[in-house]
């Protein structure tokens, strides 16, 4: 069973809520923060460790999760510090775009740039019915499948390698 972690602005909780339901039903193991901390836990002190754990991190993206620098939008500063303690686990990590927020290193948090500069979004902007969160599950479970994210995540890592031997750090970045 594969363990997902979803990043998440609250404002986005319906969109994920029907996500986790979708992903359930093609035997994802997901954790939500609102179902998975109790009350009284400290988010710091838990979050961490399912992050460490998950298979998959998925950084659900709209104007309220990673900002939008052109609308002076600021994203969640609680999943900029996921999507770093992302980078320094094994999980794969899928952005799911909501809205067009992500594009042009447009997100209000360099980390999160980062991120988008390496991967692929899913575009989940046009999910309204349960067909439709399936949908996007079933194409989370078929990048896995397929390992469809290996070949471009070490494409992309081998390419950073031989420009930061040339010297050229910028382009690296």
């Known amino acids: ?20 339901a979708a992903l359930e039903s093609f035997s994802f193991d997901v954790w939500v923060d609102k179902e998975s901390i109790l009350p ?13 754990e998950a298979d998959v991190f998925l950084l659900v993206m709209s104007a ?4 939008d620098k052109k609308n002076n939008i600021v994203g969640s500063e609680e999943v900029a510090k996921e999507v770093v303690l992302a980078q320094h686990s094994s999980a794969i990590k899928i952005p799911i775009a909501l ?9 209000t948090h360099d980390e999160i740039n980062y991120l988008l500069a390496l991967s692929q979004c899913l575009d989940a902007k046009y999910c309204e019915t349960t067909a439709d969160y399936c949908n996007v599950a079933l194409q989370i479970k078929n990048s ?10 070490i494409t992309t890592l081998k390419e950073i390698e031989r420009l930061l031997q040339k010297g050229e750090f910028c382009k690296a970045k």
Do not use: T
């Open 1 to 20: 069973m594969n363990k997902v972690f979803v990043s998440y602005s609250s404002v986005d909780r319906p969109f994920v809520m029907e996500l986790k």
């Open 40 to 52: 009284g836990q400290y988010y710091a002190g838990v979050i961490p460790k399912p992050i460490r």
């Open 64 to 67: 309220s999760s990673i900002g």
């Open 99 to 107: 809205d067009d927020c992500w594009l042009k290193d447009n997100a």
């Open 144 to 153: 896995l499948d397929n390992k469809s994210f290996v070949f471009s995540y």
